[in-house]
């Protein structure tokens, strides 16, 4: 029998804890971080490897104050990093939304491959191994590599009152933050983009979900939602199948057992971590009020914002003029992420690949 | 006492027992992001009639009975070029642009799933396949330690 590398949280026994209470196993395998790229205009560099390597990409929204979240456009081929540097919103108005370039972006680039090729570096001094192979890849622990390491996990809440300004609109942003302090920028969980506009998220998913009327024959995934034809109620599955008659939303003997009747979202709380399942359709998204959330690191904190954006009253010009839209106001909710902040930096360039 | 094992970056100096934890390689006094499952496939891309598109959606059972952290790739079969779930690769269908997006999706604490489709109905017919890879880590999205 071969031995195995474990180690555990303190106080669980390594040998028959959970996985998750364990810091490292030789039962599964570590990213290896090999190299971090900084970008600050749209191009490309070599990373070192003859294959595609996995990789996450981060923005930089600024340099100064530094901010870092996710949603960095980065792509890889079998040489190259590729950059593309995106945009933010920076005014969140109604009558004068605008936008500016991200000062930057970082791609995270691991050893691992994505498609297939061959690497193996040179080492230098003792390190640690589990697994063999040909590839540094094929290793599921190689110390010469980095990997994500925790440092601190727990829940941020913002409760943004209701907001209104009255007929001339205005913006309100509400702020949580954790004071992480460690004097850099670290990476964090979960992996939701920057700048999720609330409104979008909530029209898109809702469409993208729905699979209109239930028809026999259609293959339905769970989470995806159906309408009756002849009554009008909707359900969500819950359960991926095919459907038929005897599972037929109300009518079918065994529908309970694939469909749950479907509930509304409350859109005025919003779980971040669930931003991650973001879909894009075409349209659909209410003009008037709106809500961004913002969540990203800056060398101290860990912020999330709620930006509500309340719309004036519109006037069309007339004789006399009238008024198409006239104000609401944006109601108080609440937003939370269960958040993970990792040791490892994101703001500074690093190459294992040749150390 | 239990033991402790450190591995230091290469090229850092000093004692690794004196170091910032972001300098050490593996730490068996923090949480890693252990890799849970990993995997790969293809999936077929077709607009079968006119003013039409595509989604298609895969299962993936993992069955830990939480949310874990999730990062997943795709690229055109037929390219080389990839791309993070969630984005989108636009490319040239005959002599016009298609766009095809992919998302994952959390429907419960036992499965994920990978989300492909297309959105404009506008665009030209197409039958394509998309590559995609993934990892889902040990590690739940909250109260990891």
């Given at each position: 029998?071969?031995?195995?590398?474990?180690?555990?949280r303190?106080?669980?026994?390594?040998?028959?804890?959970?996985p998750?209470?364990?810091a490292?196993?030789?039962?599964?395998?570590?990213?290896?971080?090999?190299?971090i790229?900084?970008?600050?205009a749209?191009?490309s560099?070599?990373?070192?490897?003859n294959?595609a390597?996995?990789f996450?990409?981060?923005?930089?929204i600024?340099?100064?104050?530094?901010?870092?979240?996710?949603g960095?456009i980065?792509?890889v081929?079998n040489?190259?990093?590729y950059?593309?540097?995106?945009?933010?919103?920076?005014?969140f108005?109604y009558d004068?939304?605008?936008?500016?370039?991200?000062s930057g972006?970082?791609?995270?680039?691991?050893?691992?491959?994505l498609?297939?090729?061959?690497?193996?570096?040179?080492?230098?001094?003792?390190i640690i191994?589990?697994?063999?192979g040909?590839?540094?890849?094929?290793?599921?622990i190689h110390s010469g590599y980095?990997?994500?390491?925790?440092f601190?996990?727990?829940?941020?809440?913002?409760n943004?009152?209701?907001?209104?300004?009255?007929?001339?609109?205005?913006v309100q942003i509400?702020?949580?933050?954790?004071n992480?302090?460690?004097?850099?920028?670290p990476?964090?969980?979960p992996?939701?983009?920057?700048?999720?506009?609330?409104?979008?998220?909530?029209?898109?998913?809702?469409?993208?979900?729905?699979?209109?009327?239930?028809?026999?024959?259609?293959?339905y995934?769970?989470?995806e939602?159906?309408w009756?034809?002849?009554?009008g109620?909707?359900f969500?599955?819950?359960?991926?199948h095919t459907?038929?008659?005897?599972?037929?939303?109300?009518?079918?003997?065994e529908?309970?057992?694939?469909?749950?009747?479907?509930v509304?979202?409350?859109v005025?709380?919003?779980y971040?971590?669930?931003?991650?399942?973001?879909k894009?359709?075409?349209?659909?998204?209410?003009?008037?009020?709106?809500?961004f959330?913002?969540?990203?690191v800056?060398?101290?904190?860990?912020?999330l914002q709620?930006?509500?954006?309340q719309?004036?009253d519109?006037?069309?010009?007339?004789?006399?003029p009238?008024?198409?839209?006239?104000?609401?106001?944006?109601?108080?909710?609440?937003?939370?992420?269960?958040?993970?902040?990792?040791?490892?930096?994101i703001?500074?360039?690093?190459d294992?690949?040749?150390? | 006492?239990?033991?402790?094992?450190?591995?230091?970056?290469?090229?850092?100096s000093g004692?690794?027992?004196?170091?910032?934890?972001?300098?050490?390689t593996?730490d068996?006094?923090?949480?890693?992001l252990?890799v849970?499952?990993?995997g790969?496939?293809s999936?077929?891309?077709?607009?079968?009639?006119?003013?039409?598109?595509?989604k298609?959606?895969?299962?993936?059972?993992?069955?830990l009975?939480?949310?874990?952290?999730?990062?997943?790739?795709?690229k055109l079969?037929?390219?080389?070029?990839?791309?993070?779930?969630?984005?989108r690769?636009t490319?040239l269908i005959?002599?016009?642009?298609?766009?095809?997006?992919?998302?994952?999706?959390?429907?419960?604490?036992?499965i994920l799933?990978?989300?492909f489709?297309t959105?404009?109905i506008f665009?030209?017919?197409?039958?394509?396949?998309?590559?995609?890879?993934?990892?889902?880590?040990?590690?739940?999205?909250r109260?990891?330690w």
């Amino acid at each position: 029998m071969r031995g195995k590398l474990i180690a555990s949280r303190q106080g669980y026994g390594a040998l028959t804890t959970e996985p998750k209470n364990l810091a490292f196993s030789s039962e599964f395998e570590l990213n290896k971080i090999a190299k971090i790229k900084g970008f600050t205009a749209d191009g490309s560099v070599n990373h070192g490897f003859n294959y595609a390597p996995k990789f996450l990409a981060m923005k930089e929204i600024s340099s100064s104050p530094l901010k870092i979240g996710w949603g960095g456009i980065g792509s890889v081929d079998n040489q190259k990093i590729y950059a593309t540097i995106g945009s933010h919103i920076t005014d969140f108005s109604y009558d004068n939304q605008t936008s500016a370039d991200d000062s930057g972006e970082w791609v995270i680039i691991f050893a691992d491959n994505l498609s297939s090729g061959s690497f193996k570096k040179t080492i230098k001094g003792p390190i640690i191994t589990v697994g063999h192979g040909n590839n540094d890849y094929n290793y599921k622990i190689h110390s010469g590599y980095d990997t994500f390491k925790v440092f601190h996990t727990g829940r941020l809440t913002v409760n943004a009152p209701e907001f209104d300004n009255g007929e001339g609109g205005g913006v309100q942003i509400t702020t949580a933050t954790y004071n992480h302090n460690l004097g850099y920028c670290p990476f964090f969980g979960p992996f939701v983009d920057y700048e999720v506009s609330k409104n979008a998220y909530y029209s898109w998913n809702g469409q993208y979900n729905s699979n209109n009327t239930w028809t026999a024959g259609i293959i339905y995934h769970i989470g995806e939602d159906v309408w009756l034809e002849d009554t009008g109620e909707w359900f969500t599955c819950k359960v991926t199948h095919t459907a038929s008659n005897s599972n037929r939303p109300t009518t079918g003997a065994e529908w309970t057992t694939y469909w749950n009747e479907y509930v509304e979202p409350n859109v005025y709380n919003t779980y971040v971590n669930k931003l991650e399942d973001i879909k894009f359709v075409y349209g659909g998204v209410e003009e008037f009020n709106e809500t961004f959330i913002l969540y990203y690191v800056t060398t101290t904190q860990l912020v999330l914002q709620v930006v509500q954006s309340q719309a004036p009253d519109v006037w069309l010009e007339g004789d006399p003029p009238y008024l198409v839209y006239e104000h609401t106001p944006c109601p108080a909710e609440t937003v939370y992420v269960d958040y993970t902040i990792f040791y490892n930096k994101i703001n500074e360039e690093l190459d294992l690949i040749s150390d | 006492m239990s033991g402790v094992i450190y591995a230091k970056r290469p090229k850092i100096s000093g004692d690794v027992r004196e170091l910032d934890t972001r300098f050490r390689t593996i730490d068996s006094t923090v949480n890693q992001l252990k890799v849970y499952m990993s995997g790969s496939g293809s999936v077929r891309m077709q607009k079968v009639e006119e003013w039409g598109d595509d989604k298609e959606i895969i299962d993936i059972a993992h069955n830990l009975g939480y949310q874990p952290f999730f990062a997943g790739w795709f690229k055109l079969a037929t390219g080389s070029e990839w791309k993070k779930i969630p984005s989108r690769i636009t490319t040239l269908i005959g002599e016009e642009q298609e766009t095809f997006f992919s998302a994952m999706g959390r429907p419960s604490d036992n499965i994920l799933q990978l989300h492909f489709y297309t959105i404009s109905i506008f665009g030209p017919m197409y039958d394509i396949y998309l590559d995609y890879k993934y990892i889902i880590y040990v590690d739940p999205y909250r109260d990891a330690w």
